[in-house]
């Protein structure tokens, strides 16, 4: 079982940056993809972003597109979202989680994900 932890969310206004870091206690970071997952009140959990286990592919969706990046560093056994451009919609709680298959399908389901953290609040205000 992976720990995920993150960290990063805030308050922030609209048109601002927020960093999310997901820190893995796992010994086999590199070979888990990675996602981010967001839940805003009231709406079920949507896929944000997802990168395969050395980075080299990268998965958004549609909306998050040229606004959001995701990316790891592995020997730091941490997966990252830059959140720019960010509107008073993105506020939700964002979870991290990681899968130990190469997904290059499902990437986007919840199910195709075994390990989740506990989630980080980002609120951007209008």
């Given at each position: 079982q992976v720990q995920l932890v993150e960290s990063g969310g805030g308050l922030v206004q609209a048109g601002g940056s927020l960093r999310l870091s997901c820190a893995a206690s796992v010994r086999t970071f590199s070979r888990y993809t990675m996602g981010w997952f967001r839940q805003a009140p009231g709406k079920e959990r949507e896929f944000v972003a997802a990168i395969s286990w050395s980075g080299g592919t990268l998965?958004?969706?549609d909306a998050m597109k040229g606004r959001f990046t995701i990316s790891r560093d592995n020997a730091k056994n941490t997966v990252y979202l830059q959140m720019n451009s960010l509107k008073p919609?993105?506020?939700a709680v964002y979870y991290c989680a990681a899968s130990p298959e190469y997904l290059?399908?499902?990437y986007y389901r919840e199910g195709s994900?075994?390990?989740w953290g506990q989630g980080t609040q980002?609120?951007?205000s209008s």
């Open positions: 998965y958004y969706a919609e993105d506020t290059s399908r499902n994900y075994g390990d980002v609120t951007v």
